[in-house]
């Protein structure tokens, strides 16, 4: 571990708190943003992405209070069911990174990225598709709920975008209404990862602290910005922000 230096490198993570704590309001992608700061800042990957998690979580908590008159059931399952099965699963999930060795984790998250990329590409299409020709149940919804909480958990890139993915294809639920289940399913996934990854002392507070500033400014700023702006817009910058973190981890990880 290192401690963050000078002035600039604590403006640094500051920024890139605010700009992943908004996105993470807006359509999720928020570690595309804080993951490859910490560790150009030089912390080790799995490090990295657990101080990154504790630094979103007061920003995702700052969106779903912001959305918490819309919340829903989603398939006719309450919202705290799904709440409790998330925590669950991302009790697991960081776990598990917490047993993944540093070096590992620097080969696994090109791939998690680029997974996180794919579902923002097709997911809605997909989704789509499969709306218009099978129906799901409950216990499927289950599933894939806790699904959703290991990989919160363990990596949680882009699971706001994954998320929105699965409800849209399990319930029918558009991408504007999922704004206040997906932020509260991204907060509960965060708290549960928080929990764990602040016990076993794999987050390093001198970035985490001005991150964690900026990322509850970005979530408050970016649902406020999400009643506005267009969905074309959100889409287009998570794309780029997501396409180019995608490929600069995997030059670092492959070159």
């Known amino acids: 571990m290192r401690c963050l230096a000078d002035l600039t490198q604590i403006l640094l993570a500051a920024a890139a708190g605010t700009i992943g704590g908004a996105m993470n309001a807006l359509a999720g992608g928020g570690t595309f943003a804080t993951l490859p700061a910490l560790i150009g800042l030089g912390l080790p990957a799995n490090a990295a992405n657990a101080t990154s998690n504790v630094a979103l979580l007061p920003g995702a908590g700052a969106s779903a209070w912001e959305f918490r008159d819309e919340l829903a059931p989603i398939g006719g399952v309450d919202v705290r069911l799904l709440a409790a099965i998330t925590f669950a699963g991302g009790l697991v999930g960081s776990t598990l990174l917490v047993m993944t060795p540093t070096k590992a984790f620097d080969l696994i998250i090109p791939w998690l990225l ?7 590409l097709f ?33 949680g890139g882009g699971v706001g975008l994954i998320t929105t993915a699965v409800y849209g294809l399990l319930a029918g639920a558009s991408p504007r209404s999922l704004f206040s289940i997906r932020t509260l399913m991204l907060a509960t996934a965060n708290f549960a990862a928080a929990f764990v990854f602040i016990t076993t002392g794999l987050v390093e507070w001198s970035a985490c602290l001005p991150m964690l500033v900026g990322a509850l400014l970005g979530g408050w700023l970016g649902a406020k910005l999400g009643k506005r702006l267009s969905p074309g817009l959100v889409r287009g910058w998570t794309l780029l922000v997501t396409a180019t973190t995608t490929i600069v981890f995997f030059v670092r990880a492959y070159h």
């Not at 680029?114 to 923002?120: E, I, K, S």
């Not at 989704?127 to 909480?149: E, K, N, P």
């Open 123 to 155: 997911g809605k299409t997909a989704s789509d598709w499969l709306h218009a020709r099978v129906t799901i149940g409950r216990r499927t919804l289950f599933a894939a709920q806790t699904l959703l909480g290991v990989y919160g958990g363990y990596f």
């Open 114 to 120: 680029l997974f996180a990329l794919v579902v923002m």
